[in-house]
């Protein structure tokens, strides 16, 4: 199973929206609704930011939001805050019954 | 409060096993599956398989196949994750996740638990 495919590397300015892509297959992404996305600050565990495509936990911002696209999955993250750069990874079921993330993409609020 | 909380760093010589634990606490241990996930440094995350504590069912990523056991003992909440011969490439910190039998999202972390491989 291969990672999913997301950029390396996005950026902000405060106040702006950023999208971040999250690429996978048929058997992953394309397949299920069943695509989260985590927020990672260094040093730290990953925290569920978004999941099942486009569903906030509470308790998390409504600047952030999700959505799909066959085989691509999107998280954007609107109104930037400082506190909002971190790395970011989706990540999906898939048809083996396995999980899969992405590469990461590390945000950076200019 | 749901709490994950891991076993301590671990020094290992390249050849030898480690064994990560994962105890659980605030909600029923066998209603959710509990991941095992490790992340290289300076890399990204990488899904090492699942176990379902209820019944002890395991599904292990392709990567791990036949050098990983995930292991669990219900009347202490706590599951295991053993990593057999292990290589400079294992060094990561590993960390225990649990997922809601078909909710498919990863909700409570451990702490994560430093495994560093050097002769």
């Known amino acids: 199973q291969s990672a999913l495919t997301q950029p390396a590397s996005v950026s902000g300015s405060p106040g702006q929206s950023i999208t971040i892509s999250c690429t996978g297959t048929s058997s992953d992404v394309g397949g299920y609704n069943y695509v989260s996305w985590y927020q990672q600050h260094p040093g730290k565990a990953p925290k569920l930011v978004i999941y099942d495509v486009s569903n906030r936990p509470s308790g998390v911002s409504n600047r952030f939001s999700g959505s799909k696209s066959g085989n691509t999955a999107s998280l954007t993250i609107s109104g930037l805050q400082a506190e909002d750069e971190a790395d970011y990874y989706c990540s999906s079921y898939t048809s083996s019954n396995t999980r899969v993330f992405g590469g990461g993409t590390k945000l950076t609020v200019l | 409060q749901v709490q994950l909380v891991q076993s301590g760093a671990e020094v290992k010589k390249p050849g030898a096993s480690v064994k990560v634990s994962c105890r659980a606490s605030g909600y029923t241990f066998t209603s959710y599956y509990l991941h095992w996930v490790r992340q290289a440094p300076g890399q990204g995350l990488e899904w090492m398989g699942l176990i379902n504590p209820g019944g002890g069912t395991t599904i292990y990523a392709q990567n791990f196949q036949g050098r990983v056991t995930m292991t669990r003992d219900t009347s202490t909440s706590t599951a295991y994750m053993e990593l057999s011969s292990l290589r400079s490439e294992d060094m990561a910190v590993y960390y225990c996740?649990?997922?809601?039998?078909?909710?498919?999202?990863?909700?409570?972390w451990g702490q994560g638990t430093l495994v560093t491989v050097s002769s």
């Open positions: 996740t649990r997922d809601h039998y078909g909710d498919y999202l990863f909700d409570y």
